[in-house]
């Protein structure tokens, strides 16, 4: 079970209003928005949440179906992904993506998330030039749920390559220092 954790709300993502900016003709966060929705469309009990400021995308998560969880006046990263991993499911890996991030299509985030499932890793990891996404174990709740100032849970990935399914584009695990031996 994963909970798809969509984060339009922090400092970066909606100062000066970036995710509601207009880029190749539609709003930078509907890139998030389409992606997560196509991959919950093929991936049975995934579910979506996006966290965000009052009044912010409300009609658009109605529209797409997500859950919403409202943060007021975050002041950092690690309070959006704090918020977002308390509002997931009991048991449910928690996998982050930034709306900034329009890199990331629906074909890649699920064949990443399948990956990972196949896997039986506790921790995943898309590729930087794939937008940074990341997933983690139900286990690793507390050490999320510690997070501080900017920290967005990268951390947790030292020290765990071997533990981490690392995935670079469809149908390839990266070959780089993450992939387990």
Known sequence: ????????????????GKLLAEEDGKPLYLHAFQAARQT???????????VTRPG??????RAFGFN???????????????AGTKAARSGA??????????????????AFLQGYILSGRP??????????VMVFAPYLLPQLLAL??????????????ARTFSYDRPGREAAGPEKAE
């Not at 919950?40 to 996006?50: H, P, S, T, W």
């Not at 912010?56 to 998560?61: I, M, N, P, Q, T």
């Open 1 to 16: 079970m994963i909970d798809l954790i969509l984060l339009a709300e922090g400092p970066k993502e909606l100062d000066g």
């Open 40 to 50: 919950a469309d093929a991936m049975l009990g995934l579910r979506v949440i996006v």
């Open 56 to 61: 912010v995308l409300d009609e658009a998560v």
């Open 148 to 161: 501080k100032g900017e920290e967005d849970g990268s951390q947790l990935f030292s020290g765990r390559e």
């Open 93 to 110: 890996s928690r996998c982050f993506l930034s709306c900034g991030q329009r890199e990331v299509t629906g074909e890649r985030l699920t």
């Open 123 to 132: 921790l995943g990891r898309m590729s930087s030039a794939g937008g940074g």
């Open 68 to 82: 919403k969880v409202v943060v007021s006046g975050c002041r950092s990263l690690s309070e959006a992904i704090i």
